[in-house]
């Protein structure tokens, strides 16, 4: 066989291996995509009845219930227009309280339930580093520095 005939099998299978190799990268990436769709998204069937998602919202007033002595919880996700039942099994965050936010994975079952695999409760939209929220409170007394002037 010529070198040139060999230098391009070689460029060819090169070629082949890395196209299998991008083609395997794309398709782990595909299955591991989790989307995000809000209570007014699931309302109007934009959300996958087939595959993991996320749902996030706030925890409705007075909707966690508890099922006797299990770690089954169930409760609503409200983004003020919709609400979508969600059903968990397992320990919930230390933050999961009635009014705040949450964000919760699993799947829609065929009764419009969701049925989370896991739930994340999320900071207060007023959270601010320590740092930042120092420097609110000086700033309303007056007490930060001049520009220009050191202390």
């Known amino acids: 066989m010529k070198p040139r005939t060999r230098r391009g099998l070689a460029i060819v299978a090169g070629l082949a291996t890395l196209g299998v190799a991008v083609a395997l990268v794309l398709n782990a990436f595909q299955s591991n ?9 699931i309302a109007a069937n934009e959300a ?3 595959r993991s998602f996320r749902i996030g919202g706030l925890v409705e007033e007075g909707s966690i219930k508890r099922e006797g ?3 089954t919880v169930n ?4 983004d ?4 979508v039942p969600v059903s968990y099994t397992g320990m919930l965050p ?3 309280k009635e009014g705040k936010g949450v964000v919760a994975q699993g799947k829609l079952g065929a009764d419009g339930v969701f049925r989370a695999e896991q739930v994340l409760a ?5 959270y601010m580093p320590p740092e930042a929220a120092e420097a609110l409170a ?3 007394h007056g007490q930060l520095p001049k520009p220009g002037v050191k202390q």
């Not at 995509?33 to 998204?41: D, G, H």
């Not at 999320?122 to 007023?126: F, L, S, T, Y």
């Open 138 to 140: 000086k700033a309303q």
């Open 122 to 126: 999320k900071h207060d939209e007023n």
């Open 69 to 71: 002595q299990t770690l």
């Open 94 to 96: 230390d933050l999961f």
């Open 33 to 41: 995509l989790v989307f995000f769709f809000s209570p007014s998204q």
């Open 48 to 50: 996958p009845r087939d």
């Open 80 to 83: 003020l227009a919709q609400r």
């Open 75 to 78: 409760f609503v996700v409200t």
